[in-house]
C-alpha cells in the first residue's frame, strides 16, 4: 500500500551553511534503498516535507526525522492513501524559497507569510503539486541542475 505523508516543522537553531545539503544527502541515500520518494521546501525557518513510499516505510522515515533536534513542532498536515507517487522522481527533492514561486507559495496560504501549519491538506498538496512544475528541484548539491 502506497501511502502520503505531508508535514510541517520550523527550525530549531537556524540552519548552518550546509545543512541543507547534508540533510539531502542522507535522505537521498536513506531513502532510496527503502523506496521513500518526495520532497522538502524550506523557507522563513519552517519546513514542509512529502514522503511518498510504502506505510511501513514513511512510518520509519517520518519516525527518524521526527527525532532530529535540528528541527521541533512537527505537525502531520495529511496522511493519505494514495494511488501513485507525485515525486517517483526524486529521493528527496528541494525547493527553497525564491522570487520567481514567492506568489506560489502565498497562493494556498490564509496568511501574509508562508505558515504551512495553517493550511488545509487539500491546500498544501496542491502547493506541492505546482511547486513540482515550476519550481528548480535539485537531487544533491553535485547534482544541481544548471539555471
Ligand atoms: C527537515 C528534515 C527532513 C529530513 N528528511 C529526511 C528524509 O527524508 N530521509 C532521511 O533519511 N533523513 C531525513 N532527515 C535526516 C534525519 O533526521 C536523520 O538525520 C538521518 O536520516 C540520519 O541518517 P544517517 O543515520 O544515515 O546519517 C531529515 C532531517 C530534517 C531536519
New binding site residues.
Given amino acids: 500500500m502506497l501511502v502520503r505523508l505531508i508535514y510541517a516543522?520550523k527550525v530549531r537553531d537556524g540552519l548552518a551553511p550546509g545543512d541543507i545539503d547534508h540533510?539531502l544527502a542522507?535522505?537521498q541515500?536513506?531513502?532510496a534503498r527503502v523506496g521513500?520518494t518526495?520532497a522538502?521546501c524550506y523557507t522563513g525557518g519552517v519546513?514542509l516535507?512529502c514522503?511518498e513510499g510504502g506505510r511501513r516505510e514513511v512510518n520509519e522515515?517520518y519516525h527518524?526525522?521526527v527525532g532530529?533536534t535540528?528541527?521541533r513542532d512537527p505537525a502531520i498536515l495529511g496522511f493519505t492513501e494514495v494511488t501513485a507517487r507525485d515525486f517517483a522522481d526524486w529521493a528527496?527533492g528541494y525547493v527553497g524559497y525564491t522570487a520567481d514561486n514567492r506568489a506560489l507559495f502565498l497562493k494556498y496560504c490564509p496568511r501574509p507569510e508562508f505558515d504551512p501549519y495553517t493550511m488545509s491538506t487539500a491546500s498544501v498538496e496542491a502547493l506541492l503539486h505546482e511547486l513540482l512544475g515550476v519550481a528548480r528541484w535539485k537531487t544533491a548539491r553535485t547534482e544541481r541542475p544548471s539555471s
Avoid: E, K
Fill in positions: 516543522s540533510i542522507r535522505s541515500a536513506n531513502n521513500v518526495g522538502l519546513f516535507q514522503l522515515v527518524r526525522i532530529d535540528r528541527h528527496m
